[in-house]
């Protein structure tokens, strides 16, 4: 049962329990903050233990971070405590239940795989509003045994999803290696005036 994906917060309150999550954001999101809007709100999905909406909350976005695991919000919230940050922490089943209301001004999903959520949380980008996305794909697997291919993207699936979103401007589209071993489709989104 604790691998059942009918009850994730099972898991991931397991897995947070077992071992430190990072504390630094992912290269994905620093390399890319000349992309970002100039504060405002943010969505982190899926944030964990708050090394991403930390690292924003720093730069002037209030922060809301949802999370399926009671002891990644837990964590999330005492390391913004002792960052000096306030971040709005929410654990939500996402997919499950409904995301915060919007306009945000910026959207990140760093190694979360619904293309459904992204699409609502795309949808609540208010205009001039940025979405990042990054997901390992398939590839993953020829140098890495995990995550399990459910968790992975297929070769060129982030240009098929990005194709269909409507008043969207695509500003990145990319797949490659990290220095982890990971392949990565990333996608760099922003709303366009009158959408």
């Known amino acids: 049962m604790a691998d059942d ?37 943010a969505l982190d999905l899926a944030g964990g233990a708050g090394r991403h ?54 959207v990140l999903s760093h190694a979360y795989l619904d293309t459904e959520v992204w699409r609502e949380a795309i949808g609540r980008l208010g205009v001039d509003g940025v979405a990042l996305l990054c997901q390992p794909t398939v590839r993953t697997l020829e140098r890495r045994e995990r995550p399990g291919r459910s968790w992975l993207l297929e070769e060129g699936q982030m240009e098929a999803f990005t194709s269909t979103l409507d008043g969207i401007e695509v500003l990145e589209l990319s797949e490659g290696w990290t220095d982890e071993d990971r392949h990565e489709a990333r996608a760099v989104l922003r709303r366009s005036a009158g959408s």
Not at 8 to 34: H, I, K, M, Q, V
Not at 57 to 83: I, K, N, P
Not at 88 to 93: A, L, T
Request: overall charge negative.
């Open 53 to 106: 909406a930390i690292w924003l909350a720093r730069r002037g976005f209030e922060v809301t971070l949802t999370d399926v695991s009671d002891t990644a919000c837990a964590l999330a919230g005492a390391r913004a405590d002792a960052a000096g940050v306030e971040l709005d922490v929410r654990r939500i089943e996402l997919g499950v239940e409904p995301l915060p209301a919007g306009p945000f001004s910026l």
């Open 5 to 41: 994906p009918r009850h994730p917060r099972e898991r991931w309150n397991r897995r947070y329990g077992e071992r430190p999550p990072p504390s630094e954001p992912s290269a994905f999101l620093t390399d890319r903050a000349d992309l970002l809007p100039d504060g405002g709100r």
